[in-house]
């Protein structure tokens, strides 16, 4: 552990107290937020505690080497912290990284110039204002892939270090996707409600008030409203249910799933579960898997409910006396990546859809045939919570269709990594389900 001796003590306080005063104030004024600022003021001691208690530089050594090698670099401390975390010198080159950032960022290296390892240009920018002279900068930013995150970066100054190779800049991002998500879903939810269930609803108390007024006293007129009103609350039931699981879905979309899923299992369930329903038109399942087919990454309860409202619509969009085939193949390459995957179809035997409703199939709310989807119980939301899942699986789907004939909707999904004998191994696991939510320069 290195030794903190009483001058260098005085020179780390008198230095950082400018950086940690900016902070608090930020705080204080509500620019940030307590919990980043308790990262940054973690992150900027850290950074002081290192160049305090380094010890001198050696001469004429490869700097970049020199850097992977400084002893006491605080990497463990740094790790402990919440939030990615990068410490960068003078020439903009990182001396440290957290484990966070490594997760997040896909960063790994350290010696190297920032900008060839995150090529965002408005991290860039903020890293060039400070190194001009400002001491500290935040903003919010998006980084783009592979599904869109918001952070708050702080980027500050650390003093007394021109010159040098110890850490003279901060980064510290903090993550607001959950909180962003959750206030566009909440709005989203808003919207969507009042909007969709107003109809239902005024046409349930138009109902109520009829039978309390002149169709109090006809028997028949009462068994037919109450039927309607039925129905409609029946509607309105599923619209709140599908809103609800769309809402889950969004928030969490940017969170990889971690659990392993086998795809037999998950088509059994659905084709016993849907059974009754297909049978009302003489439909059958069949369920066929490639033998050798690799487990997915994945969370059960939602690669369930993907596979439930895919058959559900195979079964309502489906003519009677046919047969509904759910099929899973590996694949070598899941489409626009390396990755090994697995390809899962439900296809029926249906009117099919025209080529140019295809496009907008998952967008919530679209139908082709709005009464018709109506009449069969839909609420327009299956596609669209499928699409969401798919999204955080990090998978692809695909609609073919013809009409008269048919429809398959085919959905990709990454396959778990090769693992050895045992085929366990959950280091693996975990590696992938970090690795896999990685922005890459
Ligand atoms: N297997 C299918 N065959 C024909 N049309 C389909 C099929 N699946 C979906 N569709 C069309 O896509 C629309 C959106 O599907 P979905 O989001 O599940 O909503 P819902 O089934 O509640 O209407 C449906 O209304 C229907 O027009
Ligand atoms: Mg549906």
Request: with cysteine; proline share 6%; aromatic share 4%.
């Amino acid at each position: 552990m290195a030794e903190l001796r009483v001058p260098q003590l005085r020179v780390l306080i008198l230095g950082l107290a400018p950086a940690v005063a900016v902070v608090a104030l930020l705080a204080a004024g509500g620019l940030i937020g307590i919990g980043p600022a308790l990262t940054i003021v973690a992150a900027i001691v850290a950074g002081g505690w290192w160049i305090a208690t380094r010890p001198p530089a050696a001469q004429g050594t490869d700097e970049t080497e020199h850097i992977a090698a400084a002893p006491g670099l605080p990497e463990h401390l740094l790790d402990q912290l919440p939030d990615p975390v990068i410490l960068l010198n003078d020439a903009r080159e990182i001396v440290a990284i957290n484990r966070q950032a490594r997760d997040v960022l896909g960063i790994g290296a350290t010696g190297r110039d920032l900008a060839l390892s995150l090529r965002h240009p408005a991290v860039l920018a903020a890293v060039e204002t400070v190194s001009s002279g400002v001491p500290s900068i935040t903003e919010e930013i998006t980084l783009p892939v592979p599904v869109p995150r918001s952070f708050t970066l702080h980027v500050g100054g650390l003093p007394g270090t021109a010159g040098t190779d110890a850490p003279g800049m901060v980064l510290v991002l903090h993550d607001e996707t959950r909180a962003k998500r959750a206030e566009q879903s909440r709005a989203d939810f808003v919207a969507n409600v009042s909007h969709k269930l107003r109809s239902p609803l005024s046409a349930v108390i138009g109902f109520i008030e009829t039978l309390l007024g002149h169709a109090r006293d006809d028997a028949e007129a009462r068994e037919r409203f109450l039927g309607v009103m039925h129905s409609e609350a029946q509607r309105m039931s599923r619209l709140v249910n599908d809103l609800l699981s769309l809402a889950r879905v969004e928030t969490n979309e940017h969170v990889p799933p971690r659990g392993i899923v086998y795809l037999e299992d998950v088509f059994n369930g659905v084709a016993d579960s849907l059974q009754v329903r297909a049978a009302e038109k003489d439909i059958s399942i069949v369920v066929s898997c490639d033998p050798d087919l690799p487990p997915v990454i994945g969370e059960a309860d939602q690669i369930v409910q993907v596979f439930q409202n895919l058959v559900d619509n195979a079964i309502k969009y489906g003519r009677a006396d046919t047969e509904i085939r759910i099929e899973a193949n590996a694949v070598g390459r899941m489409p626009g990546s390396d990755a090994a995957g697995v390809a899962a179809s439900v296809t029926d035997q249906g009117e099919g859809i025209a080529a140019e409703h295809l496009p907008r199939l998952t967008e919530r709310f679209y139908r082709v045939d709005e009464g018709r989807s109506r009449r069969l119980g839909g609420t327009g939301l299956g596609l669209a919570i499928v699409k969401h899942i798919v999204n955080r699986h990090r998978g692809q789907i695909r609609v073919d269709s013809e009409e008269g004939v048919g429809t398959t909707v085919t959905v990709f999904l990454p396959a778990r990594p090769e693992t050895d004998e045992n085929g366990e191994d959950e280091s693996e696991i975990t590696r992938f389900s970090t690795g896999g939510d990685v922005t890459k320069a």
